[in-house]
């Protein structure tokens, strides 16, 4: 039994051949590829069709939204549910607010980036088919990987393979689903 | 030793010996990647390691001791009474706090700040920072009365219907640790997920595999991943440069915000900064100087770093040395009776001996770091870095206990001596800093993986050359057995 084709993967050692590979597949029309790296590559998620990063303007609205909590719970707490004459300051003692509301917005924020990273990844992911390729286990050794998947509008098997190969690359291999 | 690891020095063109590089020889993507990973998978149990890490758990269990102790008998074990009523226990939690300050200096500001340089010990010096908030977090709640109503500082709705006092400098505190300790292991966590992935596919063995293939959460070094979290990371920087300052400042106001003179000043936020970051990089130090050596890390931790690191102690003791001078100024030119009092009394009083015992080891000691000789005097620098430690503890004893000892009533005034269990409790949370350290230097990346690779391709770059030299062998160090 044959097992279902996900696409090919190519290695490279250098950040730089990547980045032209995935350059060069992007101007050849391919839209469903991945391209892994050890570390960050300024300009590898654009050229494999990363558009917009949702992330800042999240982290934004969590920390606004726990800035306003922040101050509200206290506002509330201090001024309407629970109301203490604390050294003859007023009920709703601003300056005194302070130090809580920015340390409630830091912690929203912090915690809305942390969970948007993963959440924006799809991760915690468990399986990936990229994780039947060998030749994965070594990106963290420094391999370079580039995959144009099977499902790709313009993935053409003979045609996509040479491609691959043509581009400077370590080894090319099929990756099964 | 000192004339061993001082060989990478070499010359500039400007004539002047300079440390050398932030990354010694040049590392490959594997080398580097064999080199961390293996201290975690393939190195076995040594002697010293495992005498360090029963050496402190001893200390571990005498921290259990005399806090089972502690709750039987109460806070009088301690020699806390009124006027001095608080002790070694928010001395400790001040100086623990301190401590950790360093570690978030060195992740986000420098990240900000794109030193190069912070790649190589930001991760240890994160874990430093959790394992000091850990020890600090502890005095505040055993401090307390009844320390298992410590939840009433959580504002939550309850059938008492009470709420926090948001006024209190002390519910800001809980606030401004409780955040503290959440964003830093975020951040640690979030720099860690690349390489667990990293540690996963070197791991041989099925639990290895396991546990750290579930840990790293399926992360696959992708491009998009790589975008989001380089987004998250410089955004929790970001939120953590403010963040480490306000906590500071937030513990200074404990003090600043009470009316005892020698702690009713507005020069106390940044001052307390100042001496964080002062015992946060002597702690650095302290961690690094052995680790780099039993490790063998001297060519990822480089003598650049540790000249850096001396270079923020020198700056920091002479902020704190202006702090100190400007304590006293500012008590004589005040005209207030108290606080001249108080003044003359912290130098030449009771616990007089304190004042100049940290001025000595905070502010003289410190100087010897103008001449370039010390800064790359490893030796010289583990001494100092303990020497600053004591004295950035002293300081913060002197503040608590020296202050409230001398009331405004005479009638009051009463000395403070530490029992056995004020010295049990500090010996315990020391030992329970270093058992965490010693496990953690055991099984999780010690140095960020990704980001030395990610250096060392940049060190490569800059210098032009070498790429004929490396290319073609991607796999070396693993083939060399490093």
């Known amino acids: 039994m044959k097992q279902a084709l996900y696409g090919y993967l190519a290695s490279f050692d250098q950040p730089d051949d990547l980045l032209h590979a995935a350059r060069e597949a992007q101007r050849r029309g391919h839209s469903r590829m991945q391209a892994y790296s050890p570390f960050p590559v300024e300009g590898l998620a654009e050229a494999v069709g990363f558009r917009f990063n949702w992330l800042p303007w999240l982290v934004l609205g969590g920390g606004m939204a726990g800035g306003a909590g922040g101050y509200f719970m206290q506002y509330y707490a201090s001024a309407v549910s629970y109301r203490l004459n604390i050294g003859g300051r007023p009920l709703h003692s ?19 980036a942390f969970f948007a990273v993963f959440l924006l990844s799809g991760l915690p992911r468990l399986h990936h088919p990229i994780f039947n390729a060998p030749a994965f286990d070594r990106e963290t050794q420094g391999r370079f990987l580039l995959c144009i ?29 | ?20 590089p ?28 495992l005498f360090g890490l029963v050496l402190s758990f001893l200390f571990v269990m005498i921290l259990f001791y005399t806090i089972t102790y502690l709750l039987i008998r109460g806070v009088g074990i301690w020699g806390v009474n009124v006027p001095v009523a608080w ?9 623990w706090i301190g401590i950790g300050h360093a570690g978030t200096l060195i992740s986000a500001i420098l990240l900000l700040l794109k030193q190069q340089w912070r790649t190589s010990i930001n991760r240890f010096a994160e874990a430093m920072t959790l394992f000091a908030v850990a020890c600090a977090g502890l005095f505040p709640l055993i401090h307390l009365g009844r320390p298992w109503d410590f939840y009433w500082l959580v504002p939550y709705p309850n059938t008492m219907s009470l709420w926090p006092q948001f006024r209190s400098p002390l519910v800001w505190d809980f606030f401004a640790v409780s955040t503290y300790l959440t964003v830093s292991i975020l951040f640690w966590f979030l720099g860690m997920v690349p390489d667990l992935r990293a540690i996963y596919n070197r791991a041989q063995t099925p639990w290895k595999k396991f546990i750290y293939g579930v840990l790293s959460l399926g992360w696959r070094g992708d491009a998009v991943h790589w975008k989001y979290y380089n987004s998250a990371y410089y955004l929790l920087a970001a939120l953590a440069t403010p963040l480490v300052v ?53 060519n990822l931790v480089t003598l650049r770093h540790l000249e850096n690191c001396a270079k923020v102690i020198l700056v920091t003791s002479a902020i704190v040395g202006y702090g100190y001078c400007e304590e006293a100024l500012m008590a004589w030119y005040s005209g207030d009776p108290y606080e001249k009092y ?21 502010v003289v000691v410190t100087q010897s770091l103008w001449w370039r000789k010390a800064r790359l005097n490893v030796v010289w620098l583990f001494v100092l870095s303990l020497l600053v430690q004591s004295g950035m503890w002293t300081e913060r004893v002197v503040i608590v206990v020296q202050s409230l000892h001398r009331d405004f009533m ?17 010996a315990g949370t020391v030992g329970l800093f270093f058992a965490l350290f010693f496990l953690f230097i055991r099984v999780l990346p010690m140095i960020s993986i990704s980001e030395v690779q990610e250096l060392s391709k940049e060190q490569r770059d800059a210098r032009g050359a070498g790429d004929a030299e490396w290319s073609g062998r991607p796999s070396a160090g693993k083939e060399a057995g490093l």
């Not at chain 2, 932030?22 to 190195?43: C, E, F, K, M, W």
């Not at chain 2, 269990?421 to 500090?426: G, I, T, Y």
């Open chain 2, 87 to 95: 002790g070694f226990a928010i001395a400790n939690f001040v100086w």
């Open chain 1, 149 to 177: 998947e099977a499902a790709d509008p313009v993935f053409e098997a003979r045609d996509t393979w040479r491609f691959l190969t043509g581009l400077n690359a370590m080894e090319v291999v099929e990756v099964h689903a």
């Open chain 2, 342 to 362: 108080m003044m003359i009394n912290r130098m030449l009083g009771s616990y007089g001996f304190a004042y100049w015992l940290l001025i000595f080891c905070n």
């Open chain 2, 1 to 20: 030793m000192a004339s061993k690891t001082r060989q990478p020095a070499e010359r500039s063109e400007s004539g002047f010996e300079h440390p050398g």
């Open chain 1, 94 to 112: 601003i300056p005194s607010f302070m130090p809580i509301t920015f340390e409630v917005t830091v912690l929203f924020a912090a915690l809305t």
């Open chain 2, 246 to 298: 306000s906590v500071h400042s937030i513990v200074s106001l404990d003090f600043a915000v009470a009316i005892v003179p020698g702690w009713h000043s507005t020069i106390f936020p940044p001052y307390f900064v100042a001496g964080a970051i002062l015992s946060g990089f002597a702690m650095v130090l302290t961690l690094a100087i052995p680790l780099r050596r039993f490790y063998h890390l001297e």
């Open chain 2, 410 to 426: 005479p009638s009051a005034w009463h000395m403070y001596y530490p029992t056995v269990w004020d010295w049990a409790a500090l």
């Open chain 2, 22 to 49: 932030v990354l010694v020889g040049s590392p490959t993507y594997a080398t580097v990647d064999a080199q961390i990973s293996d201290i975690v998978l393939h190195r076995p149990v040594k002697r010293g390691w």
